[in-house]
Nanobody, 119 residues
């Protein structure tokens, strides 16, 4: 079973930066696509960015040019560098990973980390 633990959230002023980290631990055959989602109050969870095991990336239009996703396949860690933060980036950020085990492929979620951007 794989566990994801996020860190790096907090309170920042608009225009500032934060770096989120998500470390995977546990037993798996492989960890494929990893990504970050966010959920603002009263809204549905949405994809922010994801990255494949081959480092192909995908971003939501709202964060292109401001956020950068990366991963360390040795440490099973995914990062989200967030620059030029805006108030609308506020929300709980969740890490997600597609985990392949002997029983098949399944999605795994972290517990979430709060990001608050003050305007």
């Amino acid at each position: 079973q794989v566990h994801l633990v996020e860190s790096g959230g907090g309170l920042v002023q608009a225009g500032g930066s934060l770096r989120l980290s998500c470390a995977a631990s546990g037993v798996a055959l492989s960890i494929n696509t990893m990504g970050w989602y966010r959920q603002a109050p009263g809204k549905q969870r949405e994809l922010v960015a994801d990255i494949t095991s081959g480092d192909s990336t995908n971003y939501a239009d709202s964060v292109k040019g401001r956020f950068t996703i990366s991963r360390d396949n040795v440490k099973y860690t995914v990062y989200l560098q967030m620059n030029s933060l805006k108030a609308e980036d506020t929300g709980v950020y969740y890490c997600h990973a597609d985990v392949r085990s002997f029983s098949g492929t399944s999605g795994c979620w972290g517990q979430g980390t709060q990001v608050t951007v003050s305007s």
